[in-house]
T-cell receptor, first 114, second 117 residues
Framework: AQSVSQHNHHVILSEAASLELGCNYSYGGTVNLFWYVQYPGQHLQLLLKYFSGDPLVKGIKGFEAEFIKSKFSFNLRKPSVQWSDTAEYFCAVNAPSGNNRLAFGKGNQVVVIP | DGGITQSPKYLFRKEGQNVTLSCEQNLNHDAMYWYRQDPGQGLRLIYYSQIVNDFQKGDIAEGYSVSREKKESFPLTVTSAQKNPTAFYLC????????????????FGPGTRLTVL
């Protein structure tokens, strides 16, 4: 079964600080990778995704993620956060050769202090 | 307006009662999913359906049931057998990717918060 690990469930940082959230998965084959974000009181929405090609993926709101196959990782980064980035972030993995379902990590609760 | 709707937003039920959560989508998506979200647990898959009249158990299906009689609807029933039903329930749908045949981005509804009294 696929599993997804996200560390440091609670992250608190100041505006303009850099953010990096780790995501590691256990599946060894071809994977599709996603980061979702849930802003307070809003729907869960897609931040970015990786299917193939350039392993450095750009998403919305200045976020990017890098797929490192040898490390089974898909870490999310933003060079300079804003107060509006306060949210919960979820990494998810889909194995296309499997049964077409997503496995989610436990999430990172990020609080940005103005 | 295309999207996924879930109703009601808040739901209270007494212990021992079954309750059905609604999920409707007008995106013409093939696959639909039900997740349960608990603090610090992420999203856990309850049931999913890739096509009408077919569905599969997820990781935590015990105490839940679903049906998929129409493409746009995927209701979830929380039965009295579910030991810890108080949670936030999320419905999602996804088209089937045209290029690879694999599933693409999942789109989520606003969720239903169920509280068992």
């Amino acid at each position: 079964a696929q599993s997804v690990s996200q560390h440091n469930h609670h992250v608190i940082l100041s505006e303009a600080a850099s953010l990096e959230l780790g995501c590691n998965y256990s599946y060894g084959g071809t994977v599709n990778l996603f980061w979702y974000v849930q802003y307070p009181g809003q729907h869960l929405q897609l931040l970015l995704k990786y299917f193939s090609g350039d392993p450095l993926v750009k998403g919305i709101k200045g976020f990017e993620a890098e797929f490192i196959k040898s490390k089974f990782s898909f870490n999310l980064r933003k060079p300079s956060v804003q107060w509006s980035d306060t949210a919960e972030y979820f990494c998810a993995v889909n194995a296309p050769s499997g049964n077409n379902r997503l496995a989610f990590g436990k999430g990172n609760q990020v609080v940005v202090i103005p | 307006d295309g999207g996924i709707t879930q109703s009601p937003k808040y739901l209270f039920r007494k212990e021992g009662q079954n309750v059905t959560l609604s999920c409707e989508q007008n995106l013409n998506h093939d696959a639909m999913y039900w997740y349960r979200q608990d603090p610090g647990q992420g999203l856990r898959l309850i049931y999913y359906s890739q096509i009408v009249n077919d569905f599969q158990k997820g990781d935590i299906a015990e105490g839940y049931s679903v049906s998929r009689e129409k493409k746009e609807s995927f209701p979830l029933t929380v039965t009295s057998a579910q030991k810890n039903p108080t949670a936030f329930y999320l419905c999602a749908s996804t088209p089937r990717s045209r290029t690879s045949g694999n599933l693409d981005t999942q789109y989520f509804g606003p969720g239903t918060r169920l509280t068992v009294l």
